[in-house]
């Protein structure tokens, strides 16, 4: 079936409808979280598979950028990694390092954090696929694939609200990963956007691009599947984390 | 840390460890289904999202064989895909074609089985992390990689003699995937085990043996943590397969 061709404001207008039906903050795992609902090792369990996808994010950001063919593109998307690597001596403090300040002060210890051994399978699949799929796409879907960014700024102000109301454990500090993204997510999304709206001139084209962010969304969803499964239904998980391991030695 | 170097038998002791700690057939779900304690849609949940992984199977053998620069080798593994993909008009049918006649015998339209739109994101992330792993890691690990078919004559017995017993709508017929697997799993994993037993002869090629089972047995564990969490907890997924939808017309 060929689809018919979309005006820019209506391609919008679709994305935006997929965001509403499958980002993940429809997802019952950020609703405990955001509630205050969760335990810590919920929480914990929580920060050490997210930062399977922060590390996966300069690392499909150096894909894209290595698939830019194009100054001014490399210069905007070279941006993206400084943000998550930051610079020499930690100034600016770059996104990983701030996700490690969370995990830090849940108790993790650095080495087991990156060292990924406790993350759960489905978390890590999920974010290879992410990589895999920047990799193996059209430049277009690659980039389209990050506008999931358009619908971040809202679960991270309902996140940082929600956590620090719920928990004593967490603060603006050590969530301070989330303040800097309510900035650079809008510049993020607004370039993308611009650049899908742009190019994306065909009915098939249209069709990817409404694809990749669907695919986005589904790798956001199931991360928290994954974690919901092991540790809030309590579904067995051979050797991933358990609550108590992982932890610095005080 | 470095590990000691394991003999052959050591190192197929550390391997079929891995099984009895991670293979799929400690799985939750498994259980279930084997005792007969899935609903009809649970069944057919699993045969559709199970038809993912039957897809990459051809796909990653295909990729394995394209890396072996060697005749004999090349003979030994070719026959794995005339196993799944069979020949023409079907004779021998394929591994492929006969899970299509046990999804036709729950009611699933084959166009939507084949298209995989129904299918959980979580399964196709770990199906396809199976694809590059084979693709990307060295070829030692990519055949270790195949020998959960250790382990499979067992589970494929049980599941066979629970799921003939346990549910009115199987039969030998259409479970017949799973028969062909009782020669052809054994053939293969003895093939697959010598080869690791001859090649894998430092302490660095076992841990990448070792490391590669533990791959496998966390894609086919990742794939039941989806199913079971949707379709047996009642998860959202938004676009999975719905019962009801995705039926044959009759």
């Known amino acids: 079936m060929t689809a018919a061709l979309l005006s820019p404001d209506e ?10 039906e499958r ?19 919920q929480v914990r369990a929580w920060a050490l598979n997210r930062y399977c996808y922060q590390r996966i994010v300069p690392l499909k950001d ?11 593109l490399r210069r905007e998307w070279r941006r993206r990694i400084v ?22 002060s849940l108790g993790f210890d650095r080495t087991y954090v990156r060292s990924l051994d406790g993350a759960l399978p489905g978390v890590r699949f999920a974010c290879d696929a992410y990589l895999h799929f920047v990799r193996d796409k059209t430049l277009l879907e690659a980039i389209a694939s990050s506008l999931t960014e358009l619908f971040s700024p809202t679960i991270i102000a309902e996140r940082v609200q929600g956590m620090i109301a719920g928990y004593d454990f967490v603060s603006h500090d050590t969530l301070r990963y989330f303040e800097k993204r309510l900035t650079q997510a809008p510049r993020d999304s607004d370039f993308a956007l611009g ?6 001139t065909t009915p098939e084209s249209q069709a990817l691009v409404l694809g990749a962010l669907r695919f986005k969304c589904d790798m956001l969803w199931a991360q928290l599947d994954a974690i919901e499964h092991v540790y809030v239904h309590g579904g067995p998980s051979p050797g991933a984390w358990r609550p108590g391991s992982g932890m610095r030695r005080e």
């Open 11 to 20: 391609l919008e207008t679709a994305l935006r409808a997929i965001g509403r």
């Open 23 to 41: 980002y993940h903050d429809r997802h019952p795992f950020h609703r405990m979280l955001h509630a205050g609902e969760c335990t810590i090792d």
């Open 62 to 72: 150096s894909t894209i950028l290595a698939r830019m063919d194009d100054t001014e």
């Open 83 to 104: 943000d998550h690597d930051g610079d020499v001596g930690d100034i600016p403090e770059g996104g990983l390092r701030a996700w490690l300040a969370l995990t830090d």
């Open 195 to 200: 650049y899908v709206r742009e190019h994306a």
